[in-house]
């Protein structure tokens, strides 16, 4: 942010240094030549080494209190390490108290100063100090001083420049000088300000993805996570679980991605973790447990900020995703889901109004993303939306279209974003940051603002408690009151103050090259086209819609910037598994079919491996040759609807007809009910053995004759038989027994071929032998043969 008041008074324009300083570069050319001349290997050597006023490394750890009143002392505390090569001998600490700074630009220039002592002040000196009698190199040594306010010589309130300086000799030198010295900030109010400026600090809950679209195949759908790393952030001194054990003590607008508590709360029951090719049962329920009540708690009583379901990379949507048709689309359903997830697992109302592009940088398309889920209130930043007035503005300001944009505070913003591991860095950061707010108060006394702090997406334990302890040091509200996000929206804007969107091309370069790739959302479409498509056929599709809509949420979130492989991987993950999902319905390969006669059955079957049923499914059969072969009746192409149980297969039959002998190739495929195709289509070889009527009048003549013939061969055999046994009866007799008298024998067929019915005939001809051998069960060889 531009504040024309912070470049008054101090010192010459930007065109005249640099003017001053190109003279002197002239001027000194000739003597640069013959020292760079005479220059030796030991002088490049030395000029590694650590001299001058950063010979001696100076660490403020503790500073209290970070925003004294009349009658307090004030107590630093740190460490000095010599990092020269010679020890360093008469040292002494001293602190030094600078001007009142007048601006916020004055303290970025004090901040930006490092181991140049020009226009520090004298120490106060006394018995203000800490001596120390050597300094070994690289061996730090502690420091302590107590000094009251009353000896700091603070005038009228405002920012101080606060200089902690060790001095000292080297080898070589006779003479004391500042070897180190530490800068900070001391911030004096003793009394409270007229008017105060109105602080909202976002405080937001964040995490990576970890939950897969995988679940488990009983009622509970047991969730499957990608990795259990979620669990260390959650569990005591984690990330995650600072973050709420400060945030519940803190005057804080809470942030939040629903998916972060959707997954902890997915950990507080039986869930599975991802090793190798396998999953394992995950063990950190307790964990999880834990960490939500203690924030459904937390949140009670503050306010709550709903992000869309999996925080989408709205950069990446409005310059990549537009390209790809469909992919806005998914906005909308991570908003509804948000409200629910919140509400659901927190019991509280969130707000879902309110849209964050990373890092609070917006352009045109941004903003139209943004809104187009139904939030009319964007986050910004400073640096994006800048202004060019001699105070801070309020925060919301209308950029059109009935759209409010909340510009956060650039260098509050960032005041964090450093390591904070170590406690200098954490007390450095603390004290800039409540001379900044300071610094706001102070340019309009009598002008109340109202300024929103928008930190790191995902802050760290240690960045999470340095944010904490500025903001304890604002409790005694002698220059700012907190107030909440929304609050801050609903300030009156500035008259003056910009609402001017950027345009495309002043977006930053390096959250530009890390956005989603265009290829991402092209996946991301082939994923959900898959599952419209299956969801269309299952008899449960709620199984499916939830736990995948949820995992393409994820695959555009913004916390795979940075990391495009993890990213690619988990879009794969997701559609190798929707894939797997829906082959387990298909057709079932067939071998060449033989249709012997004018028409016969064709039979299809349909498999369904799924544990749940399908329907709304149409399986069409195409004959590629109509002419040689119809399907039921006179059509070229058949339908049947498909319905089958968890578990099944169907048979489905046609009727296929041939006209002509010769192969035709048939295609089976499925579709869903509205005609779009389910899986990959099945082609198989129908063989047409047509039989002709004039065919048909030869075999029938063929068979009569065989009939016949065997007529013939039967009767002659019964009279064969019969005339045996006459003359074996005349034989025995030798009579003409069995006659009547008049010498004719009884009929032979009546009597001579009668048998005891109890008897058994070994010469009597058996029933002819059948021409064909019972049915194989086992499976069909090469072919198939389909009779009428």
Request: hydrophobic share 35%; proline share 7%.
């Amino acid at each position: 942010m531009a504040e024309a008041a912070d470049f008054q008074g101090m010192g010459p324009s930007p065109a005249r240094r640099w003017l001053r300083r190109t003279a002197s570069l002239i001027a000194g050319a000739p003597l640069l030549a013959s020292l760079l001349a005479g220059a030796t290997a030991p002088t490049a050597q030395a000029a590694t080494e650590a001299t001058g006023s950063r010979t001696v490394r100076v660490a403020l750890n503790t500073l209290a209190p970070s925003a004294p009143v009349e009658g307090d002392t004030l107590t630093i505390s740190g460490t000095v390490t010599n990092q020269g090569r010679n020890a360093v001998t008469g040292a002494q600490v001293d602190l030094r108290v600078g001007p009142r700074l007048s601006g916020r630009t004055a303290i970025d220039d004090v901040a930006a100063r490092s181991g140049n002592t020009s226009g520090d002040v004298a120490p106060i000196g006394g018995k203000y100090k800490v001596t120390f009698p050597k300094l070994a190199s690289g061996i730090p040594q502690d420091f302590a001083l107590s000094v009251p306010v009353d000896k700091l010589g603070l005038g009228e309130d405002g920012v101080y420049q606060l200089g902690v300086s060790l001095t000292g000799r080297t080898a070589g030198t006779s003479y004391d000088r500042v070897l180190g010295i530490q800068r900070t900030f001391l911030p004096w109010q003793p009394t409270a300000t007229e008017e105060k400026t109105q602080l909202t600090t976002l405080w937001p809950l964040i995490s990576s993805s970890h939950l897969s679209a995988e679940t488990g195949s009983d009622e509970q759908q047991t969730a499957v996570f990608e990795n259990d790393d979620l669990a260390e952030e959650l569990a005591p001194g984690g990330r995650l679980e600072q973050m709420v054990a400060l945030g519940s003590q803190l005057p804080v607008t809470w942030v939040i991605d629903p998916d972060l508590i959707a997954t902890a709360d997915a950990m507080t029951r039986s869930y599975r973790v991802r090793s190798g090719n396998t999953t394992v049962p995950g063990r950190n329920q307790a964990v999880a447990t834990k960490w939500l009540n203690a924030l459904e708690k937390a949140v009670q009583d503050g306010k709550v900020i709903a992000l869309p379901f999996g925080d989408p990379d709205l950069a990446s949507l409005a310059h990549r995703g537009k390209d790809v048709s469909g992919a806005l689309s998914h906005l909308q359903p991570a908003t509804d889901v948000a409200a629910k997830t919140v509400e659901t697992i927190l019991h509280v109302q969130p707000s879902v109004d309110f849209a964050w592009p990373v890092d609070g940088a917006i352009d045109p398309a941004i903003v139209d993303v943004a809104t187009s889920a139904g939030a009319h209130k964007v986050i910004t930043r400073s640096d994006s939306l800048q202004d060019n007035l001699s105070y801070t503005p309020n925060a919301a300001r209308p950029i059109g279209g009935g759209t409010t944009a909340v510009v956060a505070d650039y260098r509050l913003s960032t005041a964090f974003q450093g390591d904070m591991t170590e406690a200098s860095s954490s007390t450095l950061a603390i004290q800039k940051f409540l001379a900044q707010t300071l610094a706001v108060t102070l340019q309009e006394p009598g002008n109340q603002r109202s300024i929103v702090v928008a930190p790191q997406r995902m802050p760290t334990a240690a960045q999470a408690q340095s944010m904490a302890g500025a903001l304890r040091a604002l409790d005694p509200e002698r220059w700012t009151e907190p107030s909440d996000l929304v609050a801050a929206a609903a300030a009156k804007p500035d008259a003056d103050a910009t609402t001017k969107v950027p345009s495309a091309s002043r977006y930053p370069k390096k959250l530009r090259g890390q956005e989603l790739p265009i290829t991402a959302f092209v996946d991301i479409r082939t994923t959900q086209e898959r599952l419209d498509n299956f969801k269309a056929i299952l008899s449960s599709p709620d199984r499916v819609a939830a736990p995948f809509g949820n995992a393409i949420s994820r695959s555009m979130s913004t916390s795979w910037r940075g990391n495009p492989n993890g990213a690619q991987q988990y879009r794969s993950a997701v559609g190798d598994y929707l894939l797997g999902l829906t082959t387990e319905v298909q057709l079932i390969q067939k071998s060449v079919l033989t249709l012997s006669g004018r028409s016969a059955t064709i039979p299809v079957t349909v498999q369904n491996k799924l544990l749940q049923g399908v329907q709304e499914l149409v399986l069409r059969l195409k004959s590629d040759n109509p002419t040689r072969l119809k399907l039921d009746g006179d059509r070229a192409v058949a339908e049947r609807p498909i319905k089958i149980d968890g578990g099944h297969s169907q048979s489905v039959k046609f009727t296929g007809a041939g006209n002509a002998n010769g192969p035709v190739q048939v295609t089976a495929q499925l579709y869903t009910v509205d005609g779009k195709p389910y899986g990959s289509p099945m082609t198989f070889q129908v063989k047409v053995s047509e039989i002709t009527p004039t065919v048909m009048l030869v075999i029938a003549g063929g068979v009569l004759l065989l009939v016949l013939a065997g007529v013939k061969m039967y009767s002659q055999r019964k009279r064969a038989v019969a005339r045996k046994a006459a003359a074996d009866g005349t034989e025995d007799s030798g009579t003409d027994e069995g006659g009547d008298g008049s010498g004719n024998p009884h009929d032979a067929e009546g009597t001579a071929g009668a048998k005891d019915p109890k008897s058994t005939d070994p010469g009597q001809p058996s029933d002819p032998t059948p021409d064909t051998g019972p049915e194989s069960a086992d499976a069909s060889g090469t072919g198939e043969k389909v009779d009428r």
